[in-house]
């Protein structure tokens, strides 16, 4: 979780960069069929400089041997500087390994330059630029290592009878909230003729199955919410593991919050500990769990409803995932629930 926040912190520092380029490449653009020479006498007598000192002529005689087609060039440059940063930091946002990849890359091309300019001259800009630089290529080498790290140990613990399944009720277009949160579309009143009936003795039978819960603090508060309401906790006696790193109502001694990196949470501590592991919401918590090749199941649950807009299934991911499709249900009243066995990777 540390990390993705620091990849996020990596992907709003490059995107700042591109909007820097593109203003730039706007003022360069500006600056065409202008007189450069009496803007850069006018731009250095506003600041109080004297025209004729040394380090304000070089500063003139540049700007007015550019021409137009230089500014033109240069402008170019700035726009295709800033498309790649925007590129890279939406790759980043969606954790997507070629981003890091490259983050990691551009980073590495810079630090010889910023040591040689640190050795030539010492000042705050150039130490600064190095620690920064150094900092994204630390957090991208160890993104990268880290995911394939969990993706050994992930394969290794497939050897075990543990079983992660993902399980959330959804709209027909893949929402499990609306934008604020809200769950009032779940009450639907559809009937199919064709459809089985929900067994409770069944029902109460499968729920004795799962050994524990694990879910995001969003979804923990949607269930303190129904509990508030009379709906009771629908996660009776079994232990339930909210992540999270917000401070929030601890209501029974079966609820432990947790801030802590996913893939060692699952295979340390909860693989070895619970046969049955099922994650519950919400989306987030779902597509890092996909994403990190954790799951094993994902049954998803589909209402006979259209919302729209909301909060979605899965979060980002950054690769296709193959299922494979093991049973389908069909319910008197109009859900369908689906269950798919996520194929190795």
């Not at 021409?67 to 954790?95: D, M, P």
Request: hydrophobic share 50%.
């Amino acid at each position: 979780m540390q990390t993705n926040n620091a990849i996020r912190v990596v992907a709003a520092f490059e995107a700042l960069k591109g909007f820097l380029a593109l203003a730039a490449a706007s003022g360069f653009l500006l600056l065409l069929h202008k007189d450069l020479h009496e803007l850069t006498v006018r731009l250095v007598e506003h600041a109080h400089l004297n025209p004729a000192a040394h380090y304000p002529n070089i500063f003139i005689v540049a700007m007015t041997n550019l021409q137009n087609t230089k500014l033109s060039l240069i402008a170019l440059g700035a726009v295709a500087y800033s498309t790649f940063r925007f590129v890279e930091a939406y790759g980043l946002f969606r954790e997507a390994a070629w981003a890091k990849v490259m983050a990691a890359a551009s980073g590495v091309i810079y630090l010889p330059f910023e040591v040689a300019e640190i050795i030539h001259r010492v000042s705050w800009f150039s130490v600064g630029a190095f620690v920064i630089n150094i900092a994204v290529v630390f957090v991208m080498v160890y993104a990268l290592l880290h995911k394939n790290k969990s993706g050994v140990e992930n394969k290794a613990m497939k050897n075990t009878d543990s079983r992660v399944t993902i399980h959330m009720a959804a709209s027909l277009d893949g929402f499990i909230a609306r934008k604020d949160g809200r769950v009032d579309w779940m009450e639907t009143a559809d009937e199919y003729a064709g459809g089985e009936t929900l067994d409770p003795d069944y029902a109460a039978a499968f729920l004795k199955t799962i050994d524990c819960y694990v879910m995001g603090s969003h979804t923990y508060e949607t269930a303190l919410g129904f509990e508030a309401k009379g709906f009771g906790w629908v996660y009776g006696d079994k232990p339930v593991f909210v992540l999270t790193s917000r401070a929030l109502p601890r209501t029974r001694d079966t609820v432990e919050f947790c801030s802590v990196d996913l893939a060692q949470f699952v295979n340390g501590r909860l693989r070895p500990r619970f046969r049955n592991i099922w994650f519950v919401g919400g989306g987030v918590v779902a597509g890092e769990c996909l994403r990190l090749g954790l799951a094993d199941l994902v049954r998803y649950s589909i209402l006979p409803v259209l919302i729209g807009e909301g909060i979605r299934f899965f979060g980002q991911l950054d690769q296709d995932l193959a299922l494979h499709l093991t049973e389908v249900k069909a319910y008197k009243s109009g859900m369908v629930a689906l269950c798919y066995e996520v194929k190795a990777q």
